[in-house]
T-cell receptor, first 112, second 113 residues
Framework: GENVEQHPSTLSVQEGDSAVIKCTYSDSASNYFPWYKQELGKRPQLIIDIRSNVGEKKDQRIAVTLNKTAKHFSLHITETQPEDSAVYFCAATTSGTYKYIFGTGTRLKVLA | KAGVTQTPRYLIKTRGQQVTLSCSPISGHRSVSWYQQTPGQGLQFLFEYFSETQRNKGNFPGRFSGRQFSNSRSEMNVSTLELGDSALYLC????????????FGPGTRLLVL
């Protein structure tokens, strides 16, 4: 069945450093890849997404890259701040399935 | 617009009981998806509804069921509760359920004793 693997499960970085989270998907037909941020006790919220016809997308300090050949995509956060501390989830979906497969999450800690 | 709402927010049940959770999507959103969130397992897809029709379901036993009403509100039911059903149940709504942003509700935290 479809699967999304996410690494690492936990990540600690110093404030101002960069953080990278990687996900690998199994369904080669997947065409939409969102990233969600979930702060403690809060609901997941979309922070960035990418479609399969695009290789990279940036939004201020956040960027996502997609490698369709290798079937993996990554979240890059630059100049990390304490408020970036949260759990980040990647997901993948395939057109026509109406089903999102989520990774198991990465707990990011930004140390001041 | 008001966000996605879920009721109740917390539930305590005992094994063997059944439970019904409710989700009200953002106005105009016709797709509602349900997820089970447990520590270490991330968000696991339960099912998705659009215009009162289930279009896909995840790998959960038949004890988990759902439905959607004509106003797009959705309910999920878990019968014969087991200890392992303890989790945060999240619903998410979107306009069509296709490749687009999903907006999550605050979740219902279910504890099975």
């Amino acid at each position: 069945g479809e699967n999304v693997e996410q690494h690492p499960s936990t990540l600690s970085v110093q404030e101002g450093d960069s953080a990278v989270i990687k996900c690998t998907y199994s369904d080669s037909a997947s065409n939409y890849f969102p990233w969600y941020k979930q702060e403690l006790g809060k609901r997941p919220q979309l922070i960035i997404d990418i479609r399969s016809n695009v290789g990279e997308k940036k939004d201020q300090r956040i960027a996502v890259t997609l490698n369709k050949t290798a079937k993996h995509f990554s979240l890059h956060i630059t100049e990390t701040q304490p408020e970036d501390s949260a759990v980040y989830f990647c997901a993948a979906t395939t057109s026509g399935t109406y089903k999102y497969i989520f990774g198991t999450g990465t707990r990011l800690k930004v140390l001041a | 617009k008001a966000g996605v709402t879920q009721t109740p927010r917390y539930l305590i049940k005992t094994r063997g009981q059944q439970v019904t959770l409710s989700c009200s999507p953002i106005s105009g959103h016709r797709s509602v998806s349900w997820y089970q969130q447990t520590p270490g397992q991330g968000l696991q897809f339960l099912f998705e509804y659009f215009s009162e029709t289930q279009r896909n379901k995840g790998n959960f036993p038949g004890r988990f069921s759902g439905r959607q009403f004509s106003n797009s509100r959705s309910e999920m039911n878990v019968s014969t509760l087991e200890l392992g059903d303890s989790a945060l149940y999240l619903c998410a709504s979107s306009l069509t359920g296709r490749e687009e942003t999903q907006y999550f509700g605050p979740g219902t935290r279910l504890l099975v004793l």
